[in-house]
């Protein structure tokens, strides 16, 4: 059980465009949802705490105009980066919490963005 | 704001040895969880092992176990019989306890590698 997908795992974007991750709780209910992001070599920064229905909080540093996070439902959150540019090529993790009392994370297994 | 130190960028040691993994951390808050993470080259983070500040003993599961000190903010993790698919980076993490509506912050991770 708790099983987080994410789609696309790899995409190629042109500097410039917008381009949409999903993240999937497969078989719970996700009350929060997290973005974070993990340049190579590196650990990984959190980006912003999504909760559904609701607007996500987003850490110090994140441009919340550039990374737009919708938590529809209590199955799916989206982080679109909009106006790609090449620095923004990483590796952005999802994970979900479920409503247990040991508030655990599940990890996605990952979306590559590469920004030409 | 709370901050995670792994200060041993890579390790190695023999097949079947024991290996200590050091964490440290600093925290105003008095309830959190700590966790440590493996990443293997797939990306997928697995949770290795969680440890409640609340609970004075230390987490074992199976072949990993932590010493933790809370009064030193320390969170080391001793994984015994090391395996060859024990090889990954290994990440702790810290997050409080405060109803599960926190990210995780991670430290910047330790890359063991298990020889053959």
């Known amino acids: 059980g708790a099983v987080v997908s994410q789609h696309p795992s790899w995409v190629i974007c042109k500097s410039g465009t917008s381009v949409k991750i999903e993240c999937r709780s497969l078989d719970f209910q996700a009350t929060t949802m997290f973005w974070y992001r993990q340049f190579p070599k590196q650990s990984l920064m959190l980006m912003a705490t999504?909760?559904?229905?609701?607007?996500?909080?987003?850490e110090q540093g994140v441009e919340k105009d550039k990374f737009l996070i919708n938590h529809a439902s209590l199955t799916l959150s989206t982080l679109t980066v909009t106006s790609a540019h090449p620095e923004d090529s990483s590796f952005y993790i999802c994970?979900?919490?479920?409503?247990?009392?040991?508030?655990?994370?599940?990890f996605g297994p990952g979306t590559r963005l590469t920004v030409t | 704001a709370q901050t995670v130190t792994q200060s041993q960028p890579e390790m190695s040691v023999q097949e079947a040895e024991t290996v200590t993994l050091s964490c440290t951390y600093d925290?105003?808050?008095?309830?959190?969880?700590l966790f440590w993470y493996k990443q293997p080259p797939s990306r997928q983070m697995i949770l290795v092992i969680r440890q409640e500040a609340y609970k004075q003993q230390n987490a074992t599961e199976n072949r990993f176990s932590v010493n933790f000190q809370k009064a030193a903010k320390s969170f080391s993790l001793k994984i015994s019989d090391s395996q060859l698919g024990d090889t990954a980076m290994y990440f702790c993490a810290f997050m409080k306890r405060r109803g599960g509506a926190d990210g995780l912050t991670f430290g910047k991770g330790t890359h063991l590698i298990i020889q053959p």
């Open positions: 999504s909760n559904e229905g609701s607007k996500a909080t987003y």
């Open positions: 994970s979900a919490r479920g409503g247990g009392p040991n508030y655990e994370q599940y």
């Open positions: 925290t105003s808050e008095n309830n959190y969880y």
